[in-house]
């Protein structure tokens, strides 16, 4: 079963309830590889750890590959209103939220709840004893 988060923030100064859902496994490994092309197998350890920091990293990418993971993480976010989930996408995402870094937010909170490089475990991402590895840790 897919882990589901609630959170509740202030966008416009409104609370509003969004419903955060991981994303199944083909989409998450879609998502991961797409992240690694983007970032050319370098990155930091801390970036992958951190949401703010990872969506920090991508800053300087081109804007239409950022934008692909950017509209994958929404897709996990839905508005949740009187009982009513609406499944939030790119293209409706304007009708239910009216502040940038709540977008930012609910992005962040999908990295999260994602959790792509699980932290303590070694992965075959991450195994420091790997020759060619994609992502290594730091230590």
Same mark, same amino acid.
């Given at each position: 079963?897919?882990?589901?988060?609630?959170?509740?923030?202030?966008?416009? /100064?409104?609370?509003?309830?969004?419903?955060?859902?991981? @994303? *199944?496994?083909? !989409?998450?490994? !879609?998502?991961?590889?797409?992240?690694?092309?983007?970032?050319?197998?370098?990155?930091?350890? +801390?970036?992958?750890?951190?949401?703010?920091?990872?969506?920090? *990293?991508? &800053? &300087?990418?081109?804007?239409?590959?950022?934008?692909?993971?950017?509209?994958?993480?929404?897709?996990?976010? *839905?508005?949740?209103?009187? /009982?009513? +989930?609406?499944?939030?996408?790119?293209?409706?995402?304007?009708?239910?939220?009216?502040? &940038? @870094?709540?977008? $930012?937010?609910?992005?962040?909170?999908? $990295?999260?709840?994602?959790?792509?490089?699980?932290?303590?475990?070694?992965?075959?991402?991450? +195994? *420091?004893?790997?020759? &060619?590895?994609?992502?290594? !840790?730091?230590?």
């Amino acid at each position: 079963m897919r882990k589901e988060n609630i959170v509740t923030l202030v966008d416009g /100064g409104e609370e509003k309830k969004f419903k955060i859902k991981q @994303m *199944s496994a083909t !989409r998450g490994e !879609r998502f991961i590889f797409k992240l690694i092309m983007l970032l050319g197998g370098q990155t930091q350890v +801390e970036s992958l750890t951190d949401p703010y920091a990872l969506l920090g *990293s991508i &800053s &300087s990418k081109p804007f239409d590959k950022v934008q692909e993971l950017l509209d994958d993480l929404i897709g996990c976010v *839905s508005r949740v209103n009187g /009982g009513v +989930e609406t499944q939030l996408t790119p293209d409706n995402a304007d009708g239910f939220i009216e502040d &940038s @870094m709540t977008l $930012l937010q609910l992005r962040a909170e999908a $990295l999260k709840l994602n959790d792509f490089f699980h932290l303590g475990e070694q992965t075959p991402l991450t +195994e *420091s004893s790997a020759d &060619s590895v994609l992502i290594k !840790r730091k230590g």
